[in-house]
């Protein structure tokens, strides 16, 4: 499935959408470029499971934990991992094949751990379709 987005709103409304029917042990790949959208996309994608807080990079702590959402989102941010030892570390399993819904930021870098069915979403930007244009490519979903 490719979506194409013209403003954050779009790619924001996408992600709330995709949030809303998330269930449960599901784990949602977020790959490209730095400042493409992952973030912004889990933020839409939160608001879709009814979160309230302020979702952010959690890039200084890898995994954050929203829980006051329809499901619990661990949000990861993988950019600054030194070693895919640090996901044992912090009991990455224990989130993955749990009770809620994961979305890991730049999942690429720990390509070796990632579930076999998780849904992969890569943005892309293309400079010639504009600034605001982003490509958003999903596997592994039925919408
Ligand atoms: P990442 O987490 O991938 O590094 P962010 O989500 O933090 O990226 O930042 C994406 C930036 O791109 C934001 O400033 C956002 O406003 C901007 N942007 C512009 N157009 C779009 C679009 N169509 N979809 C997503 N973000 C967009
Ligand atoms: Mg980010």
Known sequence: MVFETFSPDETYELARRIGEKAAAGQV????GDLGVGKTLFSQGFAAGLGVSEYVNSPTFTIM???DDGRLPMYHFDVYRIGDVSEM????????????GVCLIEWAELVEEILPDD??????EKDIARGVDYRKIS????EL
């Open 64 to 66: 954050q934990i929203y």
């Open 118 to 123: 998780a849904v992969s979403i890569l943005i």
């Open 88 to 99: 044992d570390e912090i009991g990455y399993e224990e989130y993955f094949y749990g009770e």
């Open 138 to 141: 999903i596997e592994g979903l």
């Open 28 to 31: 949602y790949l977020l790959n």
